[in-house]
């Protein structure tokens, strides 16, 4: 129960349009990511919620991988290589930017490898810049970067106002500085409801904000893969994982004391 994600610093000028940010997610194949990096053992998802759940809204289809596409959009937002050195620019500022990641994650590296080659092909110059998961956190916590490789968990409770709520851009978890009104409504209301269908409906109306303003590039949920002994029973998978405390080895089985 976890997936990653690019997130866009809001506060940055190139990433303050919603079709800027549309192209970039347009830009990025994560077919290919699930085929060739996950080896298909990943789901490609289209917002912060559980698939699987009831709260999950299963009529957002993620973007899909559009290069033509992306290159409209970002010619309606104002992009364009004014001064023909190969680098989209907007208002005097070239398209680059860095994206932020961990060098303990060798898959986000891939990942970004792969996004920056794409990027290049249409003008926009990315910059990877791996870093130690302390000095990342910092920066983060700073608001100091462009754009961030991270994850999150999807806990059973699926509260999203640490991360999204406005109230929480300045010094909570959500670094972006994503600000929505419509979105911190649908927050509050699902937070004080009784009524989890009533609570679906508020969550399912706030991931359709998420993926009209395309905050984050969401990539994908890695599937966990796990092994056991045969000799191992009560192993059941739940949506959310295994449970340990079920597991038991039959006495005829069992080959060492207590």
């Known amino acids: 129960p976890a997936y990653n994600y690019i997130g866009w610093n809001l506060r940055k000028p190139m990433f303050r349009d919603r079709e800027t940010r549309l192209a970039l997610a347009m830009l990025l194949d994560r077919e290919l990511i699930r085929d060739e990096i996950y080896y298909g053992q990943a789901m490609i998802i289209s917002g912060n919620f559980m698939p699987g759940s009831p709260e999950h809204h299963d009529g957002l289809d993620p973007v899909r991988f559009d290069p033509e596409g992306a290159r409209a959009l970002l010619a309606e937002a104002g992009w364009a290589d004014t001064d023909r050195d190969g680098i989209l620019d907007r208002d005097g500022m070239p398209f680059r930017f860095e994206v932020a990641s961990t060098h303990q994650n060798p898959v986000a590296e891939q990942i970004l490898t792969l996004y920056k080659e794409e990027l290049q092909r249409i003008g926009i110059d990315l910059v ?118 079920e597991w038991f080895v039959p006495q005829s089985m069992q080959r060492y004391g207590r």
């Open 128 to 245: 990877i810049r791996p870093m130690e998961w302390a000095s990342l956190l910092d920066r983060v916590d700073k608001r100091e970067f462009d754009a961030i490789l991270m994850g999150w968990s999807m806990p059973p409770d699926p509260d999203p106002y640490q991360v999204w709520h406005s109230s929480q851009a300045e010094a909570g978890s959500n670094y972006i500085g994503f600000i929505n009104e419509a979105s911190d409504q649908a927050i509050e209301a699902a937070r004080v409801s009784f009524d989890r269908d009533e609570r679906i409906a508020l969550y399912r109306r706030f991931q359709e904000i998420l993926h009209e303003e395309q905050p984050y590039l969401f990539l994908l949920a890695p599937k966990a893969l796990a092994a056991a002994d045969k000799r191992l029973h009560g192993i059941r998978v739940y949506p959310f994982g295994v449970d340990q405390r």
